[in-house]
């Protein structure tokens, strides 16, 4: 396990705070005149899921959360509950949170697609998965498309469209049913048709 200097303590890294594992959303190193720089941070903890502010001074350190990534399996999702296999072993299977997953990701989960697993181990050597991270870009097949109207710019040339999983997304007016198209995951937007 690293340990981290009060000004390592950055966006993305995940961190051990009150004895759970965070990842750091926003940081800043603020220099007042009279003391010493200070990282000020907000923590999102990865197993209550509730959001810190938290600050740390420069003769501060904390210790990088011991994390290993490794890829797992969507399969299905039913009545609230995401379920998951080895990709290697279908028969492992295991459900995971929907708060885990985050609402915003758990749109874009396709069947049989891959998806990253950050796995923590606590002090009791359990390993815990704490986080699921989706590709930044991921390719759908466009199910329903409403038909372009010609003259239709109220709405920006955009119409809403749902995709193969069942997901609606705005897209420009161009995109056809039966089209793939391309996703950012991270803010649920229209990439480009592919």
Known sequence: MSQ???NEIREKKIIIYNG????????????TQQRKP???????????GKTIAATFH???SVDEADIAKHEITFLYHNKGEYWFCEPTDKSKRFKLDVMLIGEAS???????????????????NEEKIIKVTLPI?????VKEAPPAVRGDTSKGGMKIITLENGAT?????FIAEGDTISVNTENGEYVERV
Request: with cysteine; hydrophobic share 40%; net charge negative.
């Open 106 to 124: 758990a749109k874009f989960l396709k069947q049989n697609s891959n998806v990253e697993a950050v796995v923590w181990t606590d002090d009791e």
């Open 38 to 48: 200070q990282n000020q941070v907000k923590l999102k903890s990865l197993i209550a």
């Open 58 to 60: 420069v003769s501060e």
């Open 137 to 141: 870009k991921m390719n759908f097949k």
């Open 4 to 6: 981290l200097q009060y």
């Open 169 to 173: 997304l705005n897209v420009p007016m």
């Open 20 to 31: 759970e594992p965070c990842e750091v959303v926003e940081s800043h190193v603020a220099r």
